[in-house]
């Protein structure tokens, strides 16, 4: 079987550009057709939740940030214009905000927050809204800032391969960037048409090639920030090596919007690779899925750039909901492999030499394999499109945990016996080289039985294998209550008291990230 796929090989050394931004493209369009659908306002859906002790955006707020970001289309107050900023990505969450800037300088965030800090106006840094777990729009009222303007590139070094670059820039643009200096971007992520750099910052977003680059803690140098009372807060150096004192920029990475509004990164570029291949690959059962990726790790090790899996109802959301085709036959479990390396032939003997050991032992029973930029891209789009497919079905209830290997799967199973028909699909994807599951409930609309079904059973689950409730989108509004299944009493007092040091009034993205008293 596999040599009939071997034969098909098409060599090629990198994905098409115009292809990547095909997969872009329908990300940005989902983004918009999922703003124009009316979702349950998030306070409403929440009854029990009190608005914090904030003030109200008057005329004369308005009328003294039209001074602040003078020109147009920088202070939005139109409702129609708001929805989209008011509602998430996966129409879970939707506030209602009056209120939008657009800064476009450090300068301007610092005076949009002095005012804000004075005023005792709540506010919410918004990227490129994204984000899965309800942290980048608004719960009540808070002020929108937007970093859509923030756009611009500082400076590239091509022999160091250091970016440094406003927090507003979109990842797919960088990426594109770099790319003509030999260099890629550090992280990957099927949101890379729409997410912006200080979003994935903010997030500590992981995405598809964590496995190969490790996380955004060792490839940021540097960042700036503002903090609530519109201080600038310089750490933005570029140097590869610094240990005076204390690192403060990590505290950024992953703070979701909490502790200041990130300005400015310094990002370290990985070579870009000259080969890349991909196989698509069909097993029969989860534990297969490891046994490959052990022998994959051992056999393609330097050059492995990703290992991702995606069960048999997931694919079923890629050809059901999204009309793509299934490059393989009908299989209950697929891993997509992706090898990045300098010496194309090199790569290609290696992974073909590795495939056919794979297919003689039995572990793998069908597959193909792509050099052909074209094909790479189509294959890249049936795992990265899954998110948006699942919108399909309705509702989506949306989990990104870490699990120890051995216990990886057996949560989705135990789900699925858990929810029974209650639900329309329950899936399991993701970045099972990191030990990363993306664990899916789907249901026609918000469903309170369905989702009571899930929560807390699946944080309690977690726990007990000494897993992570959040693995890589965050905590943001709908996972922070949960905090405590992931984190020790100590480490939450910590994060509190930081929070009070950077964020004494608490008016930067409150209800998200820390759990309630
Ligand atoms: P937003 O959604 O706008 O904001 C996210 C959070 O960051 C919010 O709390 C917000 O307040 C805060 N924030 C935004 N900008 C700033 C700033 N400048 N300063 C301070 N705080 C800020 N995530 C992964 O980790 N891995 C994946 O593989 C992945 N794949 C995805 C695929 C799809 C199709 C989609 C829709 C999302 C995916 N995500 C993934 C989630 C999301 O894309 C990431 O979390 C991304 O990093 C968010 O970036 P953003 O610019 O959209 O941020
Ligand atoms: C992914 O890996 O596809 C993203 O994290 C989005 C998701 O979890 O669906
Ligand atoms: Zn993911």
Redesign the pocket.
Known sequence: MFNTVSKSLIRETRRSKIARKFVCNL?DRS?HRSSKTCVELTSVRYPDLKRGNYATVTDKDVALFERILPGAARVITDPSELEGANT???KNCRGASQLLLKPKTTEDVSAILKVCHERNLAV?????????VG??VPVFDEVIIS?QQMNQITSFDSLSGILVCQ??CILGNLDNYVSEHNYTMPLD???KG???I???????????RLLRYGSLHGSVLGLE?VLANGEVLDCLSSLRKDNTGYDVKQI?IG???TL????KAAILCPQKPEAVNLAFLGVESFSKVLEVFRATKRSLAEILSAYEFMDTETMKVATDNLKLNNPVSDHPYYILIETSGSNSSHDEEKLNQFLETMMESGLVLDGTVAAEKTKIDYIWSIR??I??GLLHDGYCYKYDVSLPLENFYDLVTDMRTRVGDKATRVVGYG?VGDGNLHLNVTSPQYDTDVMNLIEPFIYDWVSQYKGSISA???L?FKKRQFIYHSKSRSAVKVMKNMKTIFDPKGIL?PY?TLPDE
């Open positions: 990300v983004f998430d990505w996966i919410v840094p918004q990227g490129g809204n994204t984000g899965l942290g980048s970093t927090a507003g992520l099927g949101a729409s997410c912006h200080g979003g994935n910052l903010a997030t500590n977003a992981g995405g598809v920030a950024f703070s979701e919007g200041g509004i990130i300005t990265e499109r998110a948006e970045h890589e989108h965050g943001g993205n998200k």
